[in-house]
């Protein structure tokens, strides 16, 4: 089956170029950059799913580990956007400032020694 398509040109300030097709022919440029926003912020939600949350990170092989697995990453997130929301501090400086204080923490109390191997 053929049907027809519209493409947009997008041309970025250094030149770069980007096509967007859709079988969708009364899209307006308007529309596009909508759907454009969308995009982005599904692009902005799996990247603090993965960097944050872990998610792809399961080493498991039944469904229901990866799903539980899975399930309390984005439960994660979600205390993280929620975090960021009442805030203003994102999932990323929130997970680096528990990884600084847990640091600052047995630097502080160390509870574990290695013994020096050479």
Known sequence: MVSDIQVFKI???DGD???WATN???MSELQRLQWAEFEWSIEEYHRGLKQCCGVEKAQVRSSRSQRNHIGLAIRA???LEMH???TGISCYESKL???REAVR???AAPWLS????A
């Open 114 to 117: 290695l013994s020096p191997t």
């Open 105 to 107: 923490s047995y630097l």
């Open 77 to 79: 997130f979600l205390r």
């Open 24 to 26: 969708d022919l009364k």
């Open 11 to 13: 041309v970025a300030p």
């Open 84 to 86: 960021w929301f009442n």
């Open 17 to 19: 170029i980007d096509y």
């Open 97 to 99: 400032s528990i990884v």
